[in-house]
């Protein structure tokens, strides 16, 4: 497998590989872990001797850290003796706990084995909440993103009914307002806002829409034509888009809280940042905004360094 992981993605797939290994009586083949989870080989035998091997509680003793064996072809690991202990749960553990399952609860409308019985998730929810006392669920109120009901109803409606949907979607990275087909397969939620993950036609290949710049749904009586998996981060760009690297001031620091980078090397009074560029419109709004706190050092084609320049012209051009 080509490529590299940035570290969101990496963090998520080691969370997912440890415990599905650990399940496996004989341990898992490394080759099934990389096709299973589109693990780069080189990352995961990284992560496997660098990381999962220190991963434990305090005091950090042979008894409280995961055991990882590893060999040619093949890995164990087994938890240590601390994880097999019951978990005791403070209030506020139990609180957030909740309120975590409470989050993802309207996505597990479909795992129901039928209409009429309650989900697994809502029944533990339920078990916990009564352990914790009268008032625990509502301690805390949750909100995922500004996304309309009726719209999140209605892309739930398509993905359990497995059918097409057309969509007026507005492209802010482009600046277009944009009719899609799409064939919907998983909502979720990313900081603050709701996603939609699916196969667009338009592009002819996986995508990820915000669901809050969704204009309008319509479901179709087609079958969905694309079922595989699909993209889980709001943010998945290819090994084709280009890249930029900026000169970032110490104010401007902001960008890598706000926007996904591929690479940081803080220098001192600056920051060299590398980010992927999925529409040139996208970046000279950021430029723009940056103003002198931010140089360009290097850029792909088939962008190139002027078009900030040339973005103000344009707005120039309009006020005159």
């Not at 995508?207 to 969905?224: A, G, K, L």
């Not at 900026?246 to 401007?252: F, M, N, V, W």
């Not at 996904?260 to 940042?273: I, Q, W």
């Not at 905004?289 to 088939?302: F, H, K, N, W």
């Amino acid at each position: 497998m080509s490529g590299k992981l940035n570290a969101r993605d990496r963090l998520a797939r080691l969370l997912s590989v440890i415990p599905w290994v650990a399940q496996q009586p004989d341990g898992a083949l490394i080759d099934d872990i990389v096709d299973r989870y589109a693990y780069p080989r080189a990352q995961l035998l990284d992560d496997l001797q660098d990381i999962v091997f220190f991963v434990g509680v305090h005091p950090f003793t042979p008894d409280s850290l995961i055991e990882v064996e590893l060999s040619e072809d093949r890995v164990h690991i087994r938890y240590a003796e601390w994880f097999s202990r019951p978990l005791r749960l403070s209030v506020e553990d139990g609180a957030r706990l909740l309120t975590a399952g409470r989050s993802v609860l309207p996505l597990t409308e479909n795992d129901k084995p039928d209409e009429n019985a309650a989900s697994p998730l809502l029944r533990a929810l339920t078990k916990l909440g009564t352990a914790l006392g009268e008032g625990a669920s509502e301690a805390v109120h949750v909100r995922l993103g500004n996304a309309p009901a009726d719209t999140l109803g209605q892309l739930r409606e398509a993905i359990g009914d497995r059918r097409q949907i057309e969509l007026e979607y507005y492209a802010y990275g482009r600046d277009e307002l944009t009719k899609r087909r799409v064939d919907p397969a998983r909502l979720f939620s990313d900081q603050g806002n709701w996603y939609l993950g699916g196969w667009c036609h338009r592009a002819a290949g996986e995508r990820v829409f915000r669901v809050d710049r969704v204009r309008s749904v319509t479901i179709t009586s087609e079958p969905v034509e694309h079922a595989g998996p699909v993209v889980d981060t709001s943010f998945s760009p290819s090994g084709d888009d280009p890249r930029v690297v900026l000169r970032l001031e110490r104010e401007a620091r902001w960008v890598i809280e706000q926007y996904p980078v591929e690479f940081v090397d803080d220098v001192g009074d600056h920051l060299m940042v590398t980010m992927a560029v999925t529409a040139a419109p996208w970046l000279e709004r950021l430029l723009l905004r940056l103003g002198s706190a931010v140089e360009v050092v290097s850029i792909d084609s088939p962008l190139d360094r002027d078009l900030c320049r040339r973005a103000a012209t344009r707005i120039l051009r309009r006020y005159r």
